[in-house]
């Protein structure tokens, strides 16, 4: 399937355009024009001689943007004896079935993975990939992304140290040192594309602590700033880590992750539920992100991440959705109401606003990728736009439909990437969907065999 981008769509006469710009402006009855692949223009009564998408009754956001995900989980949702474990035994029971994967297996969940997160309204995503049995590389999400048509910003991860050298995954998918850094030279080189509107960025993310070796974590750190990528990588999840890191290298994980070089803007962490005031200081004073991932959190019973004394400090937050198999779902608005309900159980029902949540959900997911091009409707930006059909029965009765998190659809009604329509009508356009179920049925079948 094929859906080319005009040179031209406006979009035209939304009852609300939450902007995120720099003003944080809310306008009504609003339009917005796209041109090759930018926002050209926000106004009232514009024209066009290209593509016009009646935006009445419906909610105009920038796309959402994912910060973190394992998109080859989408094969292992829901798996008896990992649907109730916490971190350490859930893992012990997925790596056996991940050590049968190939090309294929990865391919098609990651293709799944990102059809439900556009569907979720989200136009950029990033992808933590740790593994690699049978001959699977990172490309084989590439491609999926590519030919899906989101914009994607892939990580080379990796996992070093085995059972039999005391680690928790299986010696099969742990590689050698050396030739985990010559990969991600090969796919830095191959794929990374640095300049404004990039479709595919590459940053390098050893799988954690625990499962990579000190040398590891500050060789890949040398690395991708010889390269100018970004580094990524799991920290401070849960009290297992906490204990992991006090008992192996003798301090907290904000400790472990500045000695090696790992803070700073071009770097960001999942999870960060544990960090303390002092670790919370570090990320803000150096810049260092963190992708929030609450209904994982929750799923796994790791905790409820201090996003709000992290936002008050000034560290760079962004959603992420983590893998299907510790969320068991892909959906990134239904990610951002849960983050924010999270923080009012913790803080208090003013912890949190529906706006900001929203903030959060893209242009502060954008801040922590480096995308300053992204996450905002505002001209010159990348036209990735989402438009959400506030006319139906889950925001009848809502008195304020730009609260989208209180009171609204999740699933989008319209989305846009760099001015290229990939659903309409809530449908993917650019995939056949249906055909991809199958397929991923098919694989989920070989496996549970």
């Not at 990580?155 to 850094?181: F, H, K, N, Q, Y």
Request: charged content about 20%; overall charge negative; hydrophobic content about 40%.
């Amino acid at each position: 399937m094929t859906n080319p981008s005009p040179q031209e769509t406006l979009i035209r006469n939304a009852d609300h355009v939450l902007t995120m710009n720099d003003a944080r402006q809310e306008l009504s009855g609003a339009d917005v024009l796209i041109r090759n692949g930018q926002i050209a223009m926000i106004g009232f009564g514009l024209g066009t001689a290209g593509q016009i998408i009646e935006a009445s009754g419906c909610v105009v956001t920038p796309g959402l943007v994912n910060t973190h995900h394992h998109l080859y989980q989408t094969l292992t949702r829901a798996v008896p004896g990992a649907q109730d474990a916490l971190l350490f035994g859930w893992l012990q029971r997925l790596y056996p079935i991940w050590a049968r994967f190939g090309p294929e297996e990865m391919f098609v969940s990651a293709q799944v993975g990102l059809a439900e997160l556009a569907l979720s309204g989200c136009t950029l995503s990033s992808d933590h990939l740790y593994l690699y049995p049978n001959g699977s590389a990172l490309e084989d999400t590439i491609f999926a992304a590519e030919e899906l048509g989101l914009r994607f910003h892939p990580t080379r991860g990796a996992m070093s140290i085995g059972e039999s050298d005391g680690g928790l995954p299986p010696d099969s998918l742990v590689e050698r040192e050396a030739d985990i850094l010559n990969d991600c030279i090969r796919v830095v080189d191959a794929f990374h594309d640095p300049s404004e509107g990039s479709m595919c960025r590459v940053a390098i993310a050893p799988c954690s602590p625990f499962s990579v070796s000190r040398g590891l974590m500050r060789d890949a750190a040398l690395l991708a700033r010889d390269k100018g990528v970004m580094l990524h990588t799991h920290l401070a999840e849960n009290d297992q880590d906490i204990a992991y890191s006090l008992e192996k290298f003798g301090c907290r994980p904000g400790q472990y992750a500045e000695d090696l070089g790992w803070t700073g803007a071009d770097v960001w962490h999942a999870h960060c539920v544990k960090l303390d005031g002092q670790e919370i200081d570090l990320f803000a004073k150096t810049g260092t992100g963190v992708a929030h991932c609450p209904c994982s959190n929750c799923r796994l019973g790791s905790g409820i991440a201090p996003v709000r004394a992290m936002r008050d400090a000034g560290v760079p937050v962004g959603l992420g959705v983590d893998g299907a198999a510790s969320n068991d779902s892909s959906n990134l608005v239904a990610e951002a109401r849960q983050s924010l309900l999270l923080q009012r159980v913790a803080r208090g029902a003013n912890a949190m606003s529906a706006r900001e949540a929203l903030e959060i959900a893209t242009r502060g997911g954008a801040e922590v990728l480096n995308r300053p091009d992204c996450g905002q409707i505002a001209p010159g930006k990348r036209a990735d736009i989402a438009i959400w059909d506030v006319s139906g029965i889950e925001t009848a009765g809502s008195w304020d439909p730009a609260a989208l998190l209180l009171a609204g659809p999740t699933r989008v009604k319209h989305l846009f990437v760099e001015g290229r329509q990939i659903v309409g009508d809530g449908r993917i356009l650019t995939i056949d969907t249906r055909a991809l179920a199958v397929r991923q049925a098919g694989l989920l079948r070989r496996l549970m065999a």
